[in-house]
Structures are given as structure tokens and as C-alpha cells.
């Protein structure tokens, strides 16, 4: 094709295919960072192989009903500020510009002799600012997406000659492929969008937090890096009460307060569920850190308004600082995690620091975890029991069977740094399972040997345990397995359990009690148990918390609090035990107040299965007190006809 419109050149077929093949492999490799150099090179070549003398790609916005130049060829000399042709709105537009709103089949003009709106006599600059000016010829073809126009390739040249068949091919073709290009492009973004941004809330994704985090971290990222972990503290209460719609809108106003509230140059990230992680721009001294998460704090805990009710939630943080180069983002992420849990422990709504002790205590948490479900599966845990006394005769009245793990990888292990940790970790019904399974089997293996034994045996529940669903049925499983009746068995729950979820506490226990199998509140006095939960409740009795036991003969404040114990259970008609005795003083003040069942280390240490076996062949333990002290009358009235306690 020559500058006069003629098509002289031959195999103007096969010149088209190269020339698209050609555009192909420039457009193909592109990605959002390229695409605009991409494109600037086919215009290149379009002019170039075609004959033309500007070619020109736009887009159109139509969410602002305008149509944005993407690129152009030759480019301008002189642009001006702003730059008119840059984004031209629809409405009022040249009416060629207009028109490639909603084109959808190309757009041909030869020789158009309308007045040239901008009276610019370059033919570029003409053709680019109103696609209409005297002695110039357009050819422009639409780039569609389905049925959307999304923009326009257009081609300019100086003369009045028809525009060939394979020209508005070629144009077509290449419209096509970079409708195709853009298209892949857009999902390319998307995923990366999903990668690197919450879907819910919009804040940095999990990804997008480590890859900052292992920038800033780098050797010469300067320092230190302060890392805020926040955990909104009951989340929980607030979706089962409102819902998850009202739930996320709130995890979604929450996102845009942590925005709000933050300067340039941090990054705000969602971890997922109700955990956000805020990463503090540039060098931040512990004190700037603590003064942000305070500041945080309150800003996240001010009231919410959703759907009509005004709902809050505190929230606990914790703050760690890393130096670049001693510390990767993993273990960063992790001590603030830890100092978070440290605030949520101590109440919730506050601010834990990252410490070196919380550092070893993670540690051995992590080996902790990595080998407690294999320990329980391969049997490696043990039970010790500790007998309950009748503190008048010494009569065993009833063990409460007690995990022990003296052979993990960091050697004795008090029952209560692991099962937190199975409680964290999901591990809490096998753990649960596997202690009432190998307590009821004991208890079996000293019936048969003790025919005429009757004790009753007490196994810790986990709050876990309690809100599952077939929790009776592993219990009466586990009954029937053994051999035992309900009356047999008793779970010991804490009271905070209680408290905190009455209704689906209440419902397992009404299922629970069906079985025959006897309930207590252990720790009581420690979780504020209302006389309305007692009511509510099939609870059979009472575990006086160890604390208020310990210091009794000394502590008047104590024995008031055990006094009202007491007579709390005999009016619900419960029974009522003592935990920690462990001076004969204790005894005394027990006994006076009507308290005769008691378990303590001046009764009985945990002993294994062994010794406890001698124990219940004797029938009784040796009273280490006066005989005159074996009194007690105020036994609690009978709630239920039932026996066992």
C-alpha cells in the first residue's frame, strides 16, 4: 500500500499474516508492568508496515463515561499539561470520539472534509484529539469483550483512497488479540489481587504481609521493625448472636479503622478469621510501638453500629520488635503472637510485649504440639489417681483420675502446660476421650478384682468436650464398653465453662445426665457461677477451688467464702468436695462448716494404678488427726434419688 491509498504492494495476504504473527509474539509475553511498551511497539509496526501516519489505542472507562488514551504512534512533540487527549469524556466528545462508545463494527472515514474542531494542522495530533479533519482518512475498529466495547485501535493516514479489505482485517485481527491480551492481563491481576489482598476487608493478605516482612528484615533494611498482632477478644458471642453477615460487616469496619489510623509506609494485613497484623513504617523504638498499639487499641474497641444495635469488642495486642538480619518473619510473627496470647490470658483488652522467657515457652510449646497427638495415640501418656476421703472415717469414697506425660521429648510435663495446648490445637476431644477411656477401663480392673467396690470415678472435661455434639455418645460407648453404670462416673467441668456458654453447657449435661452419670464444678468459686446457673444446671456438686482451702485455719476471708459454699450446695440439694487440704487446720475448719468429703496432699498424693489398688483393698487411708476432729453434721438435702456421691 503506498502514502496515496493505492494497494500496489503483492501478497498483501501473506505481508497481513506476518504482520499479525509479528504483533503476536510482542503482545503474548506482556504483562500489566509491560503491556504499555508492548503496545507502543505494534503501533509502531502498524504505521510502519501499513503505510500510515499515526496509529492510536484508547480505553474506555465506562464507569466515568470516558475514553483514556493507552498509547500512541509517532508520539507527540509537544504535550501539553493536562494533556487534552488523555481522557476525553463521551458526553460532549467529537462525534467520532462518541461514537466509539458502544462501536461495535469498524468505524471507516476517507477524506472526511468536516472543520477540525482543534485546528491543529498535524495529522497525529489531529486525528488523535477528534478523529475527524480535512484530507484525512480513519479507520477504527472496536475492542470488545463479550458484548462491551472496551476500546479502540484506530489508523490515520493523509489521503482520500477507500481503506483495503486486509487493512480493516489486519486492524480487526489485532483487535482481537488485544482484547485477548487485556483479558489476561485482568485475570492475572485478579489472582494477584487475591493473593496479596483479603477478599473481605481489602487490607494485605497473608502473603503480601510476609513478602513486606522479609523485605524489611533483610540485611540492609535498617531497624528495628515492630510488628503489632491484634485478636479481637469474644468475636465469637457477637457472630452467634448477630450472625455472619453482621460478623464480617463488623471484622470490615474494623479493616477500615486500622486504615484510617495508620501512617504511609505501614502495611495493614488480615491474617484471617478475627486476626490483623500491623507492620509499623521505617525504625520504631519500643516505646513508639507500645504508644501505637495503645492507640489501636482504643480506636478498634469504640462502639460499632450494625443493624440497629451498638455492639463492641476489645482486643489484645501484642507488640514485637525484630532487627534485620537476626530474625526472619516467621518467628517475628510468631513472638508477636505470643505476646498477644499473654494479654488475652491475662483478661483480654491489652497490650503483651514480646519477651526472651515468652520465647523459650514458645518453644517448648511448639515441641509440645508437634508430639502430643502422637503420644496419644501411641499410648506414651499415663493416669495417677487421687482418692477423694471421707474426712470422719477415711473411707475412699471415690479417685479423680489424672493425666500425666512423664516421657515427652522435654521430660515431665504438668498436665496443664499440655493441655492448654491441646485445647489450642483441636486435640482436646482425642485427649478427653482418651482419659475417660483409660479411667473406666482402670475402673473396671478393680471391680473385678474388688467385687464390692463402690467409688465413684471423677474425669476432668475439657470446655471442647462439652460443646461437641455425640459427647454422650462417646460416654455411653465407653460405659458400655467397661461395663459400668452412669452412677459410676463423674465429669468434673470448671466452672468458667459454665459461664461462658450456659445454654450449650446445659444442653450437653441434660444429655450427659440421662445416662445416670454424675456432674461437678470444679475450681468453684473461681468463675462467678450465678445461683441462676446452679438452678439451670444438672449438676450434682461442688469442688471447693484449692485456694480457698489452702490458707483456711488462717484466712477468716476464706472461711466466709467456704461457709457460703457450703450452704450454697446444701440448699440446691449438691454435694460438696475440697480441694488442696493439706494441713490437719484445714480439716478442722472443713469439718465445723459441714464440709466431710475432701481430696488433698495430707489425704493422698496422686498415686498410680498400682498403689491406689492397695489403697482400695484396705477400704480406707490412715486419718493423720485426733478422732475428736471426725465430726460434721450439716450433710446437704438429696436433690435427686440417686446414688454414687
Known sequence: MNRDGGDTMPGSKRITESLVTRIASRLMPADSASYRAAVGLVLRDLVELL?????????????????????????????????????????????????????????????????????????????????????????????????????????????????????????????????????????EEDLRRAAYQDALTGLASRRALFETLDERLGVDGGGPVAVLFLDLDRLKALNDFLGHDAADSYLCRIAERLSERSKPGDLVARLGGDEFVVVLAGSSPLEEAM???????ETVGASVVLGGRTV??????????????????????????????????????????????????????TIIEMNLRTSIDDDHLTLEYQPEIDLRTGEILGVEALVRWNQSPLGVLQPAEFVEVAEATNLAGE????????????????????????????????????????????????LRQFGLAGSELCLEITESVVVG?????????????????????????????????????????????????????YSEEDRVIVDSIVGLASSFGLQVVAEGVESVGAVRQLLDLGCSRAQGFLLSRPVSADRLRWMLHAGNVRLPWHPDLRTGTNAPKARRPRTGF
Not at 468536516?114 to 479507520?139: F, H, I, K
Not at 466495547?149 to 485481527?173: F, Y
Not at 463492641?312 to 530474625?327: D, F, H, K, N, T
Not at 514480646?354 to 523459650?360: A, H, I, L, V, Y
Open 51 to 187: 503505510g500510515a501516519d499515526a496509529c492510536f489505542l484508547r480505553h474506555n472507562d465506562h464507569d466515568i463515561g470516558a475514553t483514556i488514551l493507552v498509547a500512541e504512534w509517532p508520539p507527540r512533540r509537544h504535550v501539553p499539561d493536562p494533556d487534552p487527549l488523555g481522557v476525553v469524556c463521551f458526553r460532549g466528545a467529537d462525534p467520532v470520539l462518541a461514537a466509539t462508545e458502544d462501536m461495535k463494527d469498524p468505524l471507516l472515514i476517507v477524506g472526511c472534509e468536516t472543520n477540525c474542531s482543534c485546528a491543529d494542522t498535524d495529522v497525529e495530533g489531529c486525528a488523535t484529539r477528534t478523529l475527524s479533519a480535512s484530507g484525512v482518512s480513519l479507520a477504527a475498529v472496536p475492542i470488545l469483550d463479550g458484548r462491551i466495547t472496551i476500546g479502540t485501535l484506530g489508523l490515520v493516514k493523509r489521503a482520500t483512497q477507500p481503506w483495503s479489505e486486509d487493512e480493516v482485517d489486519t486492524l480487526t485481527m489485532i483487535a482481537v488479540l488485544l482484547a485477548q491480551v487485556q483479558a489476561r492481563i485482568r485475570a
Open 501 to 553: 456458654d450456659l445454654q450449650r453447657t446445659r444442653d450437653t449435661l441434660r444429655r450427659i445426665e440421662r445416662l445416670g452419670v454424675w456432674v461437678a464444678i470444679d475450681d468453684f468459686g473461681t468463675g462467678y457461677s450465678s445461683l441462676g446457673h446452679l438452678k439451670a444446671l444438672p449438676v450434682d456438686a461442688l469442688k471447693i477451688d484449692q485456694g480457698f482451702v489452702r490458707n483456711l485455719e
Open 312 to 365: 463492641g469488642r476489645g482486643v489484645s495486642i501484642g507488640v514485637a520488635l525484630g532487627m534485620p538480619g537476626e530474625v526472619d518473619s516467621a518467628t517475628l510473627l510468631s513472638h508477636a503472637d505470643q505476646a498477644m496470647m499473654v494479654a488475652k490470658r491475662q483478661g483480654g483488652n491489652g497490650v503483651g510485649v514480646f519477651t526472651e522467657d515468652m520465647n523459650e515457652k514458645g518453644r517448648r510449646r
Open 431 to 478: 485427649l478427653g476421650e482418651w482419659v475417660i477411656t483409660r479411667a473406666c477401663a482402670q475402673l473396671a480392673e478393680w471391680k473385678r478384682e474388688i467385687p464390692d467396690l463402690r467409688i465413684t470415678m471423677s474425669v476432668n472435661v475439657s470446655p471442647v468436650q462439652l460443646v461437641s455434639m455425640d459427647f454422650d455418645t462417646t460416654v455411653r460407648s465407653v
Open 291 to 297: 504508644a501505637r498499639a495503645e492507640a489501636l487499641q
